[in-house]
């Protein structure tokens, strides 16, 4: 199986590793480590976590028309953009439903990109259809380059990642504002520093050189070390329930082409003050009397609810109203917990739901998102 | 990798231990393994009856649920309520204190058809070819 599937450049190091691997989206990617999934979250709320994410989509896109062209395509204000700012953003079809979602960035000139222009990471599930919908509304005098086999991204998280990402620039990591980048030597390795993350946590995604990325994790790991700081790799299912926790949706549970930002509580991640791809259609397909909103289900009966598990009415059993899109025990908060998809006019906190979990009907109530706060919105 | 040598199992990693009259069930230490984190185990009544080979409840991993059989045919006499509040007990102590089920085996001599520890570890040996 592994022979078809892409490795990132820390493949051997993971498998020296004691990591386990699964498939995901056509990469041989580490699973889990020794220590285990619950024990990797906990690791990344309490201290620090590194993941490999180097199978991620990496665009760069340049030319005069680039911010246009994005701020069309994309539905956050693109244009707004500082120069190393960043911003999550979808990106949809003209019917509203959601190609990808995506972080870009607006770069100035570094060592790691060459001249100025955006970065847009995409979901490695989604490089090859976005790069084709991008190139099908390319406008002349626009260049959209695939850097990902050039490029490898690290991301570095925890309430401890900063300490530990500055001991190796200086310091320099603490003084970038949430949601902007800087390039940095780290140890004498350039990379492209981003002040964003998937976790809930601070932390950083470091993108650099391919040829440097074992050098650059290896020292992070080192750093750590030596400074005691405990630090670990992260694999998928820690990943997995980091991002879930505080409410971040993941393409193809949470986010399909059949589902609307606007359906999956994404309204904060929408510029409606400016035209973008799918914009009217999503707002129109929010009124219509079949709309889905989802929500997020704590169980109370013990049971972990999964993807495509059924959700029923929790009065008449017999009506199938919803569906699980995601679902788990979410550590941090320790319960199990479900993302479904239910009807938007019945989607309020505390409407009482069933879900059916190996063939029997377990109760289940909306809750409140997201079940966990970010550190950094706290702070 | 641990192999208790005083239990039987079954090609689907359970294993099965004589106590007294009545038989003791859990998962190996090679199936809490592959699983990765153990984070809910659903078990059957007391008193609920099944043949060999049928699914007796359900052991839930971080990623994966996967249904856990009987090794032997037998009426459930007890189940360890230890794993409601702690499911991670089948991955600290798989042949001890994360046992799952104690049944009265309706077919005693169900029990020579199970692998013994040799057996088995051969089997999980060829399994990781």
Redesign the interface.
């Known amino acids: 199986m592994s022979g078809i599937l892409n490795k990132t450049l820390l493949h051997p190091w993971h498998s020296a590793h004691g990591a386990?691997f699964?498939e995901f989206a056509g990469w041989d990617m580490p699973?889990?480590y020794e220590r285990?999934?619950?024990?990797e979250h906990r690791l990344v709320r309490a201290s620090c976590g590194l993941f490999d994410i180097s199978h991620m989509g990496r665009f760069v896109v340049r030319g005069e028309p680039s911010t246009a062209f994005l701020d069309e395509l994309l539905s956050s204000p693109i244009a707004g953009l500082r120069s190393g700012q960043s911003s999550y953003a979808l990106m949809c079809r003209d019917d509203g439903g959601v190609l990808d979602d995506v972080f870009v960035y607006r770069i100035s000139a570094t060592h790691t990109f060459g001249e100025e222009g955006w970065l847009v990471v995409v979901n490695a599930s989604n490089r090859e259809k976005d790069l084709s919908w991008m190139r099908a509304h390319e406008k002349s005098g626009l260049t959209i380059v695939d850097a990902s086999a050039d490029i490898a991204m690290i991301a570095v998280q925890g309430p401890r990642a900063i300490e530990l990402v500055d001991l190796l620039c200086g310091g320099q990591a603490g003084s970038v504002e949430r949601f902007f980048s800087r390039e940095c030597a780290f140890d004498g390795i350039p990379a492209l520093m981003g002040r964003t993350g998937y976790t809930g946590e601070d932390g950083v995604e470091l993108y650099v050189a391919a040829g440097s990325a074992v050098n650059l994790w290896e020292k992070i790991l080192e750093s750590a070390e030596r400074a005691g700081i405990e630090a670990g790799p992260i694999g998928l299912?820690a990943r997995d329930?980091l991002r879930f926790e505080p409410g971040f949706p993941l393409y193809g549970h949470e986010l399909s082409e059949e589902r609307t930002p606007l359906e999956a509580g994404l309204k904060w991640a929408c510029d409606f003050s400016k035209p973008f791809a799918g914009s009217d259609a999503m707002v129109v397909r929010a009124r219509s009397e079949d709309a889905v909103r989802l929500v997020t289900l704590r169980m109370v009966d013990?049971?972990?609810p999964?993807e495509g598990f059924p959700v029923f009415d929790a009065v008449d059993c017999h009506e199938r109203v919803g569906i699980v899109v995601s679902g788990?025990?979410a550590p941090t908060v320790d319960g199990?917990y479900a993302n479904a998809y239910v009807p938007a006019h019945n989607a309020v906190r505390d409407t009482p739901y069933s879900v059916e979990v190996?063939g029997r009907l377990k109760s289940a109530i909306v809750v409140k998102r997201p079940i966990y706060r970010p550190s950094y919105r706290s702070a | 990798m641990n192999f208790d040598e005083t239990v039987r199992y079954m090609k689907s990693h359970e294993w099965v231990r004589k106590d007294g009259n009545l038989m003791i069930t859990g998962i190996s230490d090679y199936a809490q393994d592959s699983l990765?984190?153990v984070?809910?185990v659903?078990l059957p009544e007391v008193g609920a009856t099944f043949k060999k080979g049928d699914a007796f409840g359900?052991v839930?991993s971080?990623?994966a649920?996967s249904d856990v059989f009987m090794p032997q045919s037998g009426e459930i006499v007890e189940v360890n309520t230890q794993l409601?509040d702690n499911p991670?007990l089948v991955?600290e102590s798989p042949f001890g204190e994360g046992w799952l089920i104690k049944f009265r085996p309706t077919v005693p001599e169900e029990w020579s058809e199970l692998m013994d520890m040799p057996a088995y570890r051969k089997y999980t040996d060829e399994l990781e070819e």
């Not at chain 1, 285990?36 to 024990?39: D, E, I, L, R």
């Open positions: 386990r699964t699973i889990r285990g999934p619950v024990a299912a329930s013990k049971a972990v999964r788990m025990y199990y190996h | 990765g984190d984070v809910f659903e359900v839930e971080v990623k649920a409601d991670a991955n």
